[in-house]
């Protein structure tokens, strides 16, 4: 996987028939540009304006960095998402900068530049050393959804260098109107509707207000619905997705403006499809195989023999990654395949070739070729459209990624398509032409992430997860090599996996410049493969998990066969994370960790613990049933028995009396009100029960246990006197919220206690 900066690209957004801007007062989009005042600009780390040096006007700006980061920037600067803008300015130096000077551009969904979405540099510029003004450009898009720039002229270097003149102009026509899709293609298992959103421009055409909007659905030439709608700045038009009636069909969402005489001014159309999952994927994202998830495990950069496989599955591998220099020759691409279904592999392939995506007009050929032959190999288990295409095409590569859709799903309707994307501002882009989408968050980008490692792979696998919006399942790829300010030992890495495993992934991919076997990692990844990896991965997709995060940890809880799973993850890298929990076990907790402990220490209060978590560190417990349980506070609700000596009860027996302890809360740390009844019963038959006796109980707000808003405590006693030691005893809690809501619950552990 080749890596890239971030270079953000354009967006292949659908824009009206507009004729060109006038060019009139719009011929430079940023105020002050010679910098004949010291307004408009702030700069940061050694920036000022001078009179010293100056191309026109009166003064320039001068930065003077002793090697870290200098810049002048702009803020407020209006954006005008899918429109082409060059960005220029005249440079001066009397010295080598080397890998110095730059442009950055910071994106904004709003105009006021408070919500940051990305930015994108421009490569390094190497302005000439002779004492003259020099122009220097950089051309850039908007993406979708992008209403405000920050324009930054930056020195990365030691020296001086001056800038006067700079320009932001738009070299595309900025439209009349745009329309847009949420998805490129909608499942038919979601149902409900197409949502496509429009979005005018008065400002400079000032002619759509008081007109009206048509919004329509196309089938070829045929409208199948319309409506129309007052001029408004942003409309929003959902037809329902039962309109699109062939799978696979290109319908048309249209856009049609007209001014206040209702005359046709401007229009814009974007493509819809509608396609069933692939059926190797059910509702949930999982990849099902002989009716089992099957959760990809895979390395870059393989060894395509026997030998090689055997490696990479002790180190906890289940799938090979099939090289893009492989697709030419169709023969080596079975024959891999066959080697991968011989060694038990699944194989993930690289249909992109020479870094352009597989619809690309130059490898359709190539592809189609391929997937006619390999389609139905039982190998397969997808296919990969295309690697950083935010980072590495820049520019037009949106319908080449419509294009290896459709052309994926043209031979094949099992197996899912992935994309990998670099860039957080992309993702949502990504995940529009995929049915995963995969990320790589890596810390080595620049030091600012290396320094936040610890948490940086979580923040990208959930910007992930938001930008498919749940919708589709998201793989983490983690940096496996030394990159640029970073380099991961394998408890880093050990780490960075759970990260992403907390964050919601459900496939883990490692990257390395070489096969990782022969690097420092190999021993500590076999080690994680043989003794924690099945257990973790029993997490993904389980129905039983529970969350609890912060900005200093996360854990998660969850049972798996007769186990039950806690992860304690700390995500800072220089302090220790503590952890409250319920926890009843017969052992200490220590006894229970599988792996590395990290730091771990704890200390308890009756059944309330607190774990203390090593700077950077991951713990994972398991903890048998018959030993332990364990619940994070932020569980709905769970219950325990106790004597009145305060021991954990695994049964009830006649003519002792016991506590039922109740520990209740809600994972959105909300404040509410229990009211309900515990309810002791004793077995009269084989299917009947006898209610032996009830407490009712109704606290407005039920005691806090430790400092969590909506985690709570209640002890209700029975005295069992006099009670027969013979009938079967089980407890029942009734437990109502003040929406009325009723939920009985069967104790845990206690709900078939002989007496």
């Given at each position: 996987m080749k890596k890239v900066l971030s270079i953000l690209l354009c967006l292949a957004f659908l824009w009206s028939t507009a004729p060109a801007m006038e060019a009139a007062g719009y011929e430079n989009f940023l105020k002050n540009p010679s910098f004949e005042q010291n307004k408009s600009w702030f700069s940061g780390g050694g920036g000022s304006v001078t009179t010293a040096k100056k191309r026109t006007g009166s003064g320039s700006a001068v930065l003077t960095s002793k090697g870290s980061g200098v810049w002048f920037a702009q803020m407020g600067v209006p954006a005008f998402p899918g429109t082409e803008y060059e960005l220029s300015a005249y440079f001066l130096q009397n010295e080598a900068l080397t890998n110095g000077v730059r442009f950055k551009v910071e994106f904004y969904t709003d105009a006021e530049c408070t919500k940051p979405q990305g930015w994108t540099y421009s490569p390094y510029m190497d302005p000439k050393t002779d004492g003259e003004w020099h122009l220097h450009s950089y051309v850039f898009t908007a993406p979708e959804d992008i209403y405000g720039f920050v324009v930054y002229i930056r020195l990365d270097t030691a020296g001086t260098l001056y800038a006067d003149d700079v320009v932001l102009r738009a070299t595309t026509p900025i439209p009349a109107l745009s329309i847009s899709t949420e998805q490129a293609f909608y499942y038919t298992e979601w149902g409900g509707n197409v949502t496509a959103t429009v979005r005018m421009n008065p400002t400079f055409y000032p002619e759509l207000t008081g007109g009206t909007v048509k919004l329509s659905l196309h089938n070829g030439t045929q409208a199948v619905d319309e409506k129309i709608y007052p001029y408004q700045e942003t409309l929003t038009y959902m037809p329902a997705l039962s309109l699109l009636a062939a799978e696979g069909k290109e319908y048309t969402v249209r856009a049609t403006a007209y001014d206040s005489s209702q005359k046709e001014i401007y229009t814009a159309t974007a493509p819809v499809y509608r396609f069933d999952r692939p059926t190797?994927?059910?509702?949930?994202?999982?990849?099902?195989?002989?009716?089992?998830?099957?959760?990809?495990?895979?390395?870059?950069?393989?060894?395509?023999?026997?030998?090689?496989?055997?490696?990479?599955?002790?180190?906890?591998?289940?799938?090979?990654?099939?090289?893009?220099?492989?697709?030419?020759?169709?023969?080596?691409?079975?024959?891999?395949?066959?080697?991968?279904?011989?060694?038990?592999?699944?194989?993930?392939?690289?249909?992109?070739?020479?870094?352009?995506?597989?619809?690309?007009?130059?490898?359709?050929?190539?592809?189609?070729?391929?997937?006619?032959?390999?389609?139905?190999?039982?190998?397969?288990?997808?296919?990969?459209?295309?690697?950083?295409?935010?980072?590495?095409?820049?520019?037009?590569?949106?319908?080449?990624?419509?294009?290896?859709?459709?052309?994926?799903?043209?031979?094949?309707?099992?197996?899912?398509?992935?994309?990998?994307?670099?860039?957080?501002?992309?993702?949502?882009?990504?995940?529009?032409?995929?049915?995963?989408?995969?990320?790589?968050?890596?810390?080595?980008?620049?030091?600012?992430?290396?320094?936040?490692?610890?948490?940086?792979?979580?923040?990208?696998?959930?910007?992930?997860?938001?930008?498919?919006?749940?919708?589709?399942?998201?793989?983490?790829?983690?940096?496996?090599?030394?990159?640029?300010?970073?380099?991961?030992?394998?408890?880093?890495?050990?780490?960075?996996?759970?990260?992403?495993?907390?964050?919601?992934?459900?496939?883990?991919?490692?990257?390395?410049?070489?096969?990782?076997?022969?690097?420092?990692?190999?021993?500590?990844?076999?080690?994680?493969?043989?003794?924690e990896q099945a257990a973790a991965l029993s997490a993904v997709n389980n129905s039983s998990l529970i969350k609890e995060d912060t900005s200093a940890y996360s854990a998660r809880t969850w049972q798996s066969a007769d186990d039950t799973y806690v992860l304690l993850l700390n995500l800072q890298k220089d302090a220790s994370a503590d952890i409250?929990?319920?926890?009843?076990?017969?052992?200490?907790?220590?006894?229970?960790?599988?792996?590395?402990?990290?730091?771990?220490?704890?200390?308890?209060?009756?059944?309330?613990?607190?774990?203390?978590?090593?700077?950077?560190?991951?713990?994972?417990?398991?903890?048998?049933?018959?030993?332990?349980?364990?619940?994070?506070?932020?569980?709905?609700?769970?219950?325990?028995?106790?004597?009145?000596?305060?021991?954990?009860?695994?049964?009830?027996?006649?003519?002792?009396?016991?506590?039922?302890?109740?520990?209740?809360?809600?994972?959105?740390?909300?404040?509410?009100?229990?009211?309900?009844?515990?309810?002791?019963?004793?077995?009269?038959?084989?299917?009947?029960?006898?209610?032996?006796?009830?407490?009712?109980?109704?606290?407005?707000?039920?005691?806090?246990?430790?400092?969590?808003?909506?985690?709570?405590?209640?002890?209700?006693?029975?005295?069992?006197?006099?009670?027969?030691?013979?009938?079967?005893?089980?407890?029942?809690?009734?437990?109502?919220?003040?929406?009325?809501?009723?939920?009985?619950?069967?104790i845990p552990g206690a709900g078939k206690a002989i007496g």
């Open positions: 190797l994927l059910d509702d949930a994202g999982n990849i099902i195989i002989h009716n089992q998830p099957f959760i990809p495990v895979y390395f870059y950069y393989n060894t395509f023999t026997a030998e090689g496989m055997a490696r990479e599955k002790a180190m906890g591998a289940n799938t090979i990654i099939l090289e893009n220099w492989m697709m030419p020759d169709p023969d080596l691409v079975e024959d891999t395949l066959d080697l991968c279904q011989e060694n038990g592999m699944k194989a993930l392939l690289r249909l992109y070739y020479k870094m352009l995506p597989a619809g690309h007009p130059n490898n359709v050929e190539i592809v189609e070729t391929v997937l006619e032959r390999i389609h139905d190999h039982p190998a397969v288990l997808g296919y990969i459209l295309m690697d950083e295409p935010g980072g590495i095409l820049q520019i037009d590569y949106e319908d080449d990624l419509l294009n290896s859709y459709l052309l994926v799903r043209k031979y094949d309707k099992v197996h899912p398509a992935v994309i990998n994307e670099a860039p957080r501002a992309l993702l949502g882009v990504a995940g529009r032409y995929c049915d995963i989408l995969s990320h790589d968050p890596y810390p080595g980008q620049t030091a600012a992430d290396a320094n936040a490692y610890s948490s940086l792979v979580a923040e990208g696998i959930k910007k992930a997860v938001e930008a498919v919006e749940g919708k589709k399942p998201v793989y983490a790829v983690l940096q496996a090599f030394d990159y640029q300010h970073f380099n991961p030992d394998v408890t880093q890495l050990r780490q960075m996996f759970y990260q992403a495993l907390a964050a919601g992934a459900k496939g883990f991919g490692y990257y390395s410049q070489k096969a990782v076997w022969n690097t420092k990692l190999k021993d500590g990844l076999v080690a994680f493969a043989s003794s409250q929990m319920h926890f009843w076990g017969e052992k200490t907790p220590t006894n229970y960790v599988i792996g590395n402990t990290d730091g771990f220490t704890f200390k308890n209060s009756a059944a309330l613990y607190t774990f203390s978590i090593g700077a950077g560190g991951a713990v994972l417990l398991k903890l048998p049933e018959e030993e332990a349980q364990a619940h994070l506070l932020s569980d709905v609700f769970h219950v325990h028995l106790e004597d009145e000596a305060g021991n954990i009860l695994s049964e009830i027996r006649g003519g002792e009396s016991f506590t039922v302890k109740l520990a209740m809360g809600n994972s959105q740390n909300e404040e509410k009100r229990y009211f309900g009844a515990v309810a002791l019963y004793a077995k009269t038959g084989d299917s009947q029960k006898e209610l032996i006796k009830i407490h009712p109980f109704s606290p407005v707000v039920p005691a806090c246990t430790g400092t969590k808003a909506g985690q709570y405590s209640l002890a209700v006693p029975f005295d069992m006197n006099g009670q027969s030691t013979k009938p079967e005893y089980s407890i029942k809690v009734l437990l109502w919220t003040e929406d009325g809501r009723l939920t009985p619950t069967e």
